[in-house]
């Protein structure tokens, strides 16, 4: 079945390109990177979705041996999911903190030198 071979192959080199970003996530530097590198996963996590459709549908025609093959790449969604988590938690740990105003409480962007509110100088700056 020639559909069934196309979306096997695909969802295989889905599967093994996540583990690659995975491994490769402990070395990411920057926010910037890393949302780029979700991008990337929410593409994959785009394609599984299509091939899932494909080997539903497979499976609806009466198509045999389809049951693990849609297991298999539903656990390989789940583990892009899981690294687009992980990044998200990493781009939350290295963005800056925003600063709140000592006076007046007014959250401010992190580069703030004065509350835009009420003129208070930011002393809690790194
Ligand atoms: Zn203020």
């Known amino acids: 079945m ?3 071979k196309k979306v096997s192959e695909s969802a295989k080199t889905i599967s093994e390109g996540a ?8 070395d990411l530097v920057g926010a910037a990177k890393l949302k780029y590198e979700i991008s990337k996963l929410e593409k994959e996590m785009e394609n599984n ?4 459709g494909n ?5 609806h025609k009466g198509e045999e041996g389809i049951e693990e093959e849609i297991k298999r790449l539903l ?14 938690e990493q781009i939350t740990k290295l963005l ?3 600063l709140i105003c000592s006076e007046c409480q007014t959250e401010l962007p ?3 030198n004065f509350c835009f509110n009420c003129g208070t100088k930011v002393i ?3």
């Open 96 to 98: 800056p903190k925003s």
């Open 110 to 112: 992190a580069a703030a």
């Open 75 to 88: 656990d390989a969604t789940k583990a892009l999911e899981d690294d687009i988590a992980e990044f998200e």
């Open 19 to 26: 583990k690659t970003i995975s491994k490769k996530s402990s």
């Open 124 to 126: 809690d700056h790194d």
């Open 2 to 4: 020639e559909i069934f």
């Open 49 to 52: 979705f299509s091939a899932l």
């Open 55 to 59: 080997l539903v549908y497979l499976r």
